[in-house]
């Protein structure tokens, strides 16, 4: 679907609202929250959705909006600008200038606010989905490297962001982690939690992996000051150096990512690895199975703990569950 095509599905308040209802955004039936007799959807020209839930109750007859307990609900935005607004991030368009001219937003901090959203909405299915790399008769290359440094050594002062990662080259999967320091006490436990015993590990000769072997995996490692492929073992790491160039590629052209949300623009790196052949279809689907919605009218009490927390605020006024930390770090992603 091409964003002309979307615009013509989304081409009334009624394809809206049928648009979202196909695929699980808003509920097809509510019940009423003071009296729970079934509900009508009805036209509301008042409301800025045009549709709103009517109590069939007599004695009561309230109004419920489209959007109650849903992903849309405490957004000022139009559902319409919303899905747009989705597209345009699903493929990596939405730079500033697209997203004021398709989706007439003129605040940039409600555009900072939603892309922050919905890498947040990548991080909650990736921590919902965990998996490990590897197995036996696989070969993973780890290895780690520094984000967030003073270029040149010039300019002010920034304690580094280390990364280690790991990544599979026959199955196409990696994970990333970001880590205190590269001592063996980090490192060691990390790839025990994401690589798979009987794995045949590849690594440099970084002195933190040279426990890696009698940890349950087979060892091999390349000596990078002679050579990049072992003349001998045929071990290399070069699979894992090109993740990290791939993930620092958006590092260069925004000139550096906020320090607080490297983690999330992580998880969004990840994400886009295992889910870039179809990424419209992929997050709406990931949105509607974070943001459940059924027969009764869900409340913003839900068990999900994303709910409360719609796109108004940055990501650094997260409640602290939703944020990750080093100890329950991402889930491992699939390259297609």
């Given at each position: 679907?091409?964003?002309?095509?979307?615009?013509?599905?989304?081409?009334?308040?009624?394809?809206?609202v049928e648009f979202c209802q196909e695929r699980s955004l808003l509920p097809t039936s509510v019940a009423?929250?003071?009296?729970?007799?079934?509900?009508?959807?009805?036209?509301?020209?008042?409301?800025?959705?045009?549709?709103?839930?009517?109590?069939?109750?007599?004695?009561?007859?309230?109004?419920?909006?489209?959007?109650?307990?849903?992903?849309?609900?405490?957004?000022?935005?139009?559902?319409?600008?919303?899905?747009?607004?989705?597209?345009?991030?699903?493929?990596?368009?939405a730079t500033e200038n697209n997203v004021r001219r398709e989706c007439g937003i003129s605040s940039s901090?409600?555009?900072?606010?939603?892309?922050?959203?919905?890498?947040?909405?990548?991080?909650?299915?990736?921590?919902?989905?965990?998996?490990?790399?590897?197995?036996?008769?696989?070969?993973?290359?780890?290895?780690?490297?520094?984000?967030?440094?003073?270029?040149?050594?010039?300019?002010?002062?920034?304690?580094?962001?280390?990364?280690?990662?790991?990544?599979?080259?026959?199955?196409?999967?990696?994970?990333?982690?970001?880590?205190?320091?590269?001592?063996?006490?980090?490192?060691?436990?990390?790839?025990?939690?994401?690589?798979?015993?009987?794995?045949?590990?590849?690594?440099?000769?970084?002195?933190?992996?040279?426990?890696?072997?009698?940890?349950?995996?087979?060892?091999?490692?390349?000596?990078?000051?002679?050579?990049?492929?072992?003349?001998?073992?045929?071990?290399?790491?070069?699979?894992?150096?090109?993740?990290?160039?791939?993930?620092?590629?958006?590092?260069?052209?925004?000139?550096?990512?906020?320090?607080?949300?490297?983690?999330?623009?992580?998880?969004?790196?990840?994400?886009?690895?295992?889910?870039?052949?179809?990424?419209?279809?992929?997050?709406?689907?990931?949105?509607?199975?974070?943001?459940?919605?059924?027969?009764?009218?869900?409340?913003?009490?839900?068990?999900?703990?994303l709910l409360p927390t719609l796109p108004l605020q940055s990501v650094e006024n997260l409640p602290v569950?939703?944020?990750?930390?080093?100890?329950?770090?991402?889930?491992?992603?699939?390259?297609?």
């Amino acid at each position: 679907m091409n964003l002309g095509l979307l615009e013509t599905t989304l081409n009334s308040t009624e394809a809206v609202v049928e648009f979202c209802q196909e695929r699980s955004l808003l509920p097809t039936s509510v019940a009423c929250p003071k009296c729970q007799t079934h509900c009508q959807l009805k036209k509301r020209e008042q409301v800025k959705d045009g549709f709103a839930w009517r109590c069939r109750n007599s004695r009561c007859r309230s109004w419920i909006s489209l959007r109650h307990g849903t992903f849309f609900m405490a957004s000022k935005l139009t559902i319409k600008v919303i899905i747009k607004l989705i597209y345009l991030w699903a493929f990596e368009m939405a730079t500033e200038n697209n997203v004021r001219r398709e989706c007439g937003i003129s605040s940039s901090h409600t555009i900072t606010d939603w892309k922050n959203f919905l890498r947040d909405v990548c991080l909650d299915y990736l921590r919902r989905h965990p998996r490990q790399i590897g197995g036996p008769g696989h070969t993973v290359e780890i290895d780690e490297s520094v984000f967030n440094r003073r270029k040149h050594n010039v300019g002010r002062l920034v304690e580094p962001i280390w990364v280690f990662g790991g990544y599979d080259p026959a199955e196409k999967e990696g994970f990333l982690v970001t880590v205190p320091n590269r001592n063996a006490e980090t490192l060691l436990p990390i790839i025990k939690k994401y690589i798979l015993p009987g794995t045949t590990v590849v690594s440099d000769c970084w002195r933190a992996y040279n426990r890696v072997g009698s940890e349950g995996f087979s060892h091999l490692t390349v000596n990078h000051s002679l050579h990049f492929v072992d003349p001998i073992t045929k071990a290399t790491t070069n699979h894992v150096e090109r993740m990290w160039k791939e993930a620092k590629q958006r590092n260069k052209r925004e000139c550096g990512t906020n320090r607080e949300l490297l983690e999330t623009y992580l998880s969004e790196f990840m994400w886009r690895q295992k889910f870039g052949h179809n990424p419209f279809v992929s997050i709406i689907n990931q949105i509607a199975e974070g943001y459940p919605v059924g027969k009764e009218l869900l409340s913003t009490s839900s068990e999900n703990p994303l709910l409360p927390t719609l796109p108004l605020q940055s990501v650094e006024n997260l409640p602290v569950e939703l944020k990750i930390n080093i100890d329950c770090s991402l889930p491992p992603f699939k390259h297609y």
